[in-house]
């Protein structure tokens, strides 16, 4: 099914989606990918505040090159999620709504989004070209010294994603890869 | 008699081969990513690569990179051994190009001066080179710019001689099945065979940098790419991992003479943005 869904969104809107959804998304989205996820940690630890508001943030796993010159930004597709497993359940618990990236997660990831009901997300990797697209603006609101990994908070207008893993754990990588894997053991 | 090559010459055509490599993908790349959506089985699938083509469509007209991750430059260099390189050093030349490409040509730096202490170099540098010394007084350049949501999911496995071809097939296939989404599939996947530790490494990383429609002349080998291929298509994986019949766009495999007691296989997987540019000076 796909729908047209304004970010950021509350649990409500979370449980309304389902795993194989494909959605566009239109409102405030935050970058962060490793070394961000790495320095938001380090601070939780230490007792610090962090540098954005993490309650209902959809975060993007995302650097994205350079932009040129009239551009918001340049090219700008998923990262591979896993590498931010350590800390994700860490920061759902804290509110964050859901993530987008590419690529599996663990089993405590999958626990985490199932009881802070939130969403896991997936944009489809190397097609930042095309993601750029509908980005309408960038500005970096954390972190600026890891340039590329700096946290970024971005506009986005019919974001292309595909709900993977839903509010009750559902997974589309278990799930799609199983159905085409046996269709073509039938055949 | 020697011939003569000024860095400058090879600074410059560096620079062009990263700012190309990463907005333009080749004939046989392209070739093949549309032959995929014609055959491809999942709606979802078919939905996803046609996104991949318009992102094509879109880095070339707007010159926006293919994917952010505009990797860590891998250069191939093939010297002629009757070439006199003027100026400077040879490797100096091939950062400087990589150094003027990635600022000049708005690429992301993504390479970190140390693996621990993790501080960005902020241009780049420096590549990963492997020379070859040839016959001839030319150099020939292949650059492949290499993103790592694909190369953390390569494997080497130093197999037993007597686990022969089917050890060999199910390395391969294990390797592919372990990295599935991760490795923004539809992939390509480079498999060294034989050699030492580091030599099938090597071998699996040039196999990539093979046009995709360009099977072994090894009669075997090409009989083992062609069946791993398909059966790497039965996997399911599909496009974005998301489920369908296009998992890989081709399995190129070199091989190297090895050692009576080994059986060294490499399996270097690469995203469907295989970047590879290649030139003659």
């Known amino acids: 099914m796909e729908r047209h869904i304004s970010v950021p969104f509350d649990k409500e809107t979370a449980k309304e989606l389902r795993s194989g959804d494909y959605i566009f998304l239109t409102g405030t989205i935050y970058t962060a990918r490793d070394a961000a996820h790495k320095r938001m940690y380090e601070a939780l630890e230490a007792g610090d505040e962090l540098p954005i508001e993490l309650a209902g943030a959809m975060i993007y796993y995302m650097g994205p090159s350079p932009a ?78 890891l340039g590329t990994e700096a946290i970024r908070r971005l506009e986005v207008k019919n974001f292309p994603v595909i709900v993977v893993i839903d509010t009750e754990g559902n997974n589309l990588y278990e799930t799609a890869i199983a159905e085409y894997a046996l269709n073509q053991n039938e055949n | 008699m020697m011939r003569t090559i000024h860095v400058d010459e090879v600074i410059q055509n560096v620079k062009e081969m990263c700012i190309e490599a990463n907005h333009f993908l080749s004939a046989d790349m392209k070739a093949a ?11 979802l699938g078919r939905q996803i690569l046609e996104q991949l083509d318009d992102n094509l469509r879109i880095a070339s007209e707007d010159m ?43 690429l992301r730096k993504s390479v970190v001066k140390d693996p621990l202490i993790r501080e960005n170099t902020k241009d780049n540098t420096p590549a990963v080179i492997h020379y070859n010394i040839v016959a001839g007084d030319k150099i020939k350049l292949t650059l492949a710019p290499k993103g790592f949501g694909s ?12 686990d022969g071809i089917e050890g060999v097939k199910n390395a391969v296939l294990t390797a592919v099945k372990d990295a599935g ?37 090894i009669p075997y080998v090409k009989e083992m790419e062609e069946e791993l291929l398909a059966r790497i298509n039965e996997s399911g994986i599909g496009p974005g991992g998301l489920g369908g019949s296009t998992t890989a766009l081709a399995v190129n495999i070199n091989t190297y ?11 270097n997987i690469c995203c469907h943005v295989n970047r590879h540019c290649v030139r003659e000076l």
């Open chain 1, 68 to 145: 040129r010159e009239g551009r918001p930004i340049g090219s700008a597709g998923p990262t591979t999620s896993s590498r931010m497993d350590k800390y994700a359940p860490k920061l759902l618990d804290l509110g964050q709504s859901g993530m987008i990236g590419k690529g599996k997660r663990s089993e405590e990831v999958r626990q985490a989004l199932i009881r802070n009901d939130a969403v896991y997300l997936a944009a489809v990797g190397g097609a930042g070209a095309l993601l750029s697209k509908s980005i309408v603006k960038s500005e970096v609101v954390a972190y600026d010294d």
């Open chain 2, 64 to 106: 926006i990179p293919i994917c952010q991750d505009t990797g860590m430059a891998v250069v191939f260099a093939e010297v002629g051994q009757e070439v006199f390189v003027e100026g400077g050093l040879l490797t100096d030349a091939i950062n400087e190009g990589v150094r003027r490409g990635y600022v000049e040509g708005f």
């Open chain 2, 181 to 217: 989404p991760n490795a923004c599939p539809p992939m390509v996947v480079g498999v060294g065979i034989g050699g030492t530790f580091e030599k099938c490494a090597i071998m699996a990383k040039q196999a990539l940098a093979r046009p995709v429609d360009c099977r072994s002349v």
């Open chain 2, 151 to 162: 190369e953390n999911m390569s494997r080497v496995f130093m197999l037993k001689p007597a």
């Open chain 2, 257 to 267: 003479p090895t050692h009576i007691a080994g059986l060294p296989v490499a399996v």
């Open chain 2, 33 to 43: 990513l549309l032959d995929a959506k014609a055959s491809e089985k999942s709606p």
